[in-house]
Each structure stands twice: as structure tokens, then as C-alpha cells.
């Protein structure tokens, strides 16, 4: 039978990890201390003073403004000249945060990044396209390396050029591809204008993350490729990719916790959420030499799913993302989060590849108006019809966030899209 894992960590057992993460928890609070910022912050704490993973709760919590107000190098543990890669993370406001590398570093990211695409069936015979944009975005070459690590004839196409990706996937008989969920759906438009079928291609598997993105949105990839799709998570404060990643299951996501130590916190307490509650995602780098980070606050909302999965790993499963404790829309008093709203569209077999939210102010009242396309063979003269379906979005989406945007139908490819992660909600307000 074919090997089913990459690397020996993958099968350790729960004993096994947990005393790898204490080891190396201490041993990342040593080294941590080795620059400026973790020794004032952790003055107090020897790495012998951590006697469980629990005694972690007792550490700082490091975030995004703590990166921003070192920037550009202040977290380091070594002289930059040790550093031989940088990445910025890719949110769009303020000063951008930026990531270092040692070379060791850079060699662990491939590993856990191939051992993910091995996991999920892709092998050295795979020829695989990187759909992501290279550059500062970690999506871009952290799969990259992970593909070659692998094996794969790796063909680092970026993003856009959709006519051109086209013809590469068809040239060169690609069967696997990473690729962001909002341009894969965007592509589809583009093969369907070139009157082609992406069934007719060879792909087999499609890796697709770094934005959230819904169940419903997978299935449709999948169906629209014929491919399996497996969801992809990661962040560059953690590397990038690899940080958690599904396996054939589809049952949640591996958190490669020999890797990344994980706590699970009430965004407003800080304090952690009982077992299979939904509270931010916390980590810490386990393996990381020239940044550690310590109790990072990644934003990102999700939940542990209990029990153990199907495959036999042992290391444990995070939900997917349901949105970042910053992108929660309030409205109405009400809290949305933009993958409700993906969620209902997505299960709308008239509804497009994209949309947007408007968040907009009448007088004193706060509205939303969702901008919807509307596939081409809907998009019909016939008012009545059109009138009809903005009922039933409208509908579906109050069941689901309780209250009644203004949807708008549009055409198809109206909405503008940029190479990188959708913008999915603009606030007027
Ligand atoms: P960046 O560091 O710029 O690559 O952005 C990382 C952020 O992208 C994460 O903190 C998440 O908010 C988001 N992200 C990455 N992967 C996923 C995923 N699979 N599902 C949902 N959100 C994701
Ligand atoms: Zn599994």
C-alpha cells in the first residue's frame, strides 16, 4: 500500500505531541528572549518556569499592533543578515507588518506545506499551478516551495492573466492547483466565455484558501472543476500557508500542532472558551527561529471540533474560518458576519460568482444592499422573473441573518475584481 504520510510528526499520538509542544515551547521562550522586545516582555519567565501547556495562559499575548510598532525588524532573534526571506502580511490599512526568515525557517515551511499537499493525495508525479500571487503574499511562494519540496513539477503562474493560466492548465496537463476561492469562481466566467468546460482539464485537486470562504463555495468549486477541493489556512505572522489544512476527510482542519501550539479565547475576556465553543485562534510558533512569536492573537474566529478524525491523525481539528472578530458587521444591532451572507448566495443555483455588501446610511437608518450577479441564462428580459428571484435572495438571507437587505441583481462579471483576496464588504456608512 502507498505510504500515507509525508513525515514521522504526523503520526504521533496526543502524548506524544503534548510533550513535543511543551519541549519546544520552552524552547521558543529561550530563544525568544533573544530579542529586545520578548526580553522586556517576558523579564519574569525562565522557560523552566512552563511545567504544562497550560502555564502558556500565563504568557503575553503578542499582537498585530505589537508587530506594527516593531516594524520593520524589532522581533528578530538574530542579526538581519542571518534573514534570507521576507513577507508582508496583506491587510490593506496602517503599517504593514512584516515577516523574516532564516533559512531554517524557510526549509520547516516547506515541509509542513508539502506534508499537507501530501496529504491530501498530491505526489511528485502532480503537475501543479500556483494560481496565488507571488510576491510579498505568502500564498505565493509558501506553496511554491511546499510543491517543489514535494516534488511537483511547480509552474509559478501568479494571479490574473486568467487567459493564460487557461492555457497552461491545458498544455501541461495540470493536475493539481492552488488557488484563492473568489478568483477560482471568477475563472469559471472566463472559461465559460472561451466556451470551454474546466472538466475537460485534468485536474484532480484544487488547494484553496487564505480568504474565508463557505462550505457551499467549496462544493461549487468542486463541482465546477470536477476536482476535490481541500481548505488551505494560514497566515504570514505563522509562516503563511501550512498552519492548518484539511485532509481527504474534509471534516475540518489539521492544526499541525507540532508545529504551531494552539489556544482557543473569548475575544473579550481573553480567557479560553470551554471545548467546541467558537472564540479567536491564538498561536504560538513552536519551531521558529529568527521571529517567534508568542500567544499570537490571529483575529480569526473558529472552533476545535471534538473527537478524533477519520484519517488517524491525531493532531487536532480546527472549523473553518467563520469570519475575524474585526469583520463582524453590526447592523441593526445585529451581528453579521460576510459568510452568512456567502453562505445563502452560494446555495442559490441563479447566483453567480460574486458580490458585494454595501453598508450604507438613509436619514438616521442603517441599511445593507447586497449587490448579487445573476448568472447569464437568469439575467432575463422578463422583469417579473428577475423580481421574483430578488424576492427569494432577499428571503433566504433574512432566515439566515435576521434582517432584510436591499438586494440588487446584476449581470454577470459587473461586480470589479482585483487579483488579490475579494473585498466583500464596503462601509459607507
Ligand atoms: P495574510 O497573512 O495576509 O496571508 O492573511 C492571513 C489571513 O487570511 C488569516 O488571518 C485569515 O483571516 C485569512 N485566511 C487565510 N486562510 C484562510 C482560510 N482558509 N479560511 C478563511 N480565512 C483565511
Ligand atoms: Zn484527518
Known sequence: MEQEYLHPEETLSRDEIESLQLKRLRET?????QCLFYWDRLSHVEPEDIRSLEDVRHLPFTT???????????????????????????????????????????DMWADLVARCMYMVGIRPEDIF???SGYGL?????????????????????G??????????????????????????????????????????????IALIGAEPHSEETRRRIEDIYGVRAYNSYGLSEMNGPGVAFECKEQD?????????????????????????????????????????LIRYRTKDLTSILPGECACGR????????????????ILKGVNIYPMQVEKVLMSIPEVGQNYLILLE?????????????????????????????????????????????????????????????????????
Not at 521562550?29 to 528572549?33: L, N
Not at 516593531?70 to 490593506?92: A, D, F, K, Q, W
Not at 489539521?254 to 498561536?283: F, K, R
Not at 445593507?368 to 437568469?378: P, S, Y
Open 159 to 204: 494571479a490574473g492573466n486568467s487567459k493564460r493560466q487557461i492555457k497552461l492548465l491545458q498544455d501541461f496537463r495540470v493536475s493539481a492547483i492552488h488557488i484563492i476561492p473568489s478568483y477560482a469562481l471568477h475563472l469559471s466566467t472566463v472559461f465559460e466565455e472561451m466556451g470551454l468546460d474546466p472538466r475537460s482539464l485534468h485536474l484532480r
Open 64 to 106: 498585530k499592533e505589537d508587530l506594527r510598532e516593531n516594524y520593520p525588524v524589532g522581533l528578530l532573534t538574530r542579526p538581519v543578515s542571518e534573514m534570507v526571506r521576507l513577507h508582508v502580511s496583506s491587510g490593506t490599512t496602517g503599517t504593514p507588518t512584516a515577516v523574516l526568515y532564516t533559512r531554517k525557517d524557510l
Open 129 to 131: 499551478q500556483n494560481l
Open 361 to 429: 446610511r438613509e436619514g438616521y437608518i442603517d441599511q445593507m444592499r447586497i449587490k448579487v450577479e445573476i448568472k447569464d441564462e437568469f439575467f432575463v428580459e422578463d422583469m417579473r422573473a428577475l423580481k421574483a428571484l430578488q424576492n427569494k435572495i432577499a428571503r433566504k438571507l433574512r432566515e439566515e441573518i435576521l434582517i432584510t437587505p436591499k438586494v440588487e441583481l446584476v449581470e454577470h462579471k459587473s461586480i470589479p475584481r482585483g487579483e488579490g483576496k475579494a473585498i466583500r464588504v464596503i462601509d459607507n456608512r
Open 29 to 33: 521562550i529561550a530563544r525568544a528572549k
Open 314 to 329: 491525531k493532531h487536532r481539528r480546527i472549523d473553518r474560518i467563520t469570519g475575524r472578530s474585526d469583520d463582524m458587521i
Open 137 to 157: 503574499f505568502t500564498g505565493g511562494l509558501g506553496i511554491h516551495y511546499g510543491a517543489e519540496r514535494l516534488g511537483c513539477l511547480t509552474i509559478p503562474a
Open 252 to 292: 475540518g482542519m489539521h492544526l499541525w500542532e507540532d508545529a504551531y501550539l494552539m489556544e482557543i479565547v473569548d475575544p473579550n475576556t481573553l480567557e479560553p472558551v470551554p471545548e467546541g465553543e467558537v472564540g479567536e485562534l491564538v498561536l504560538t510558533t513552536l519551531t521558529r527561529e529568527g521571529m517567534p
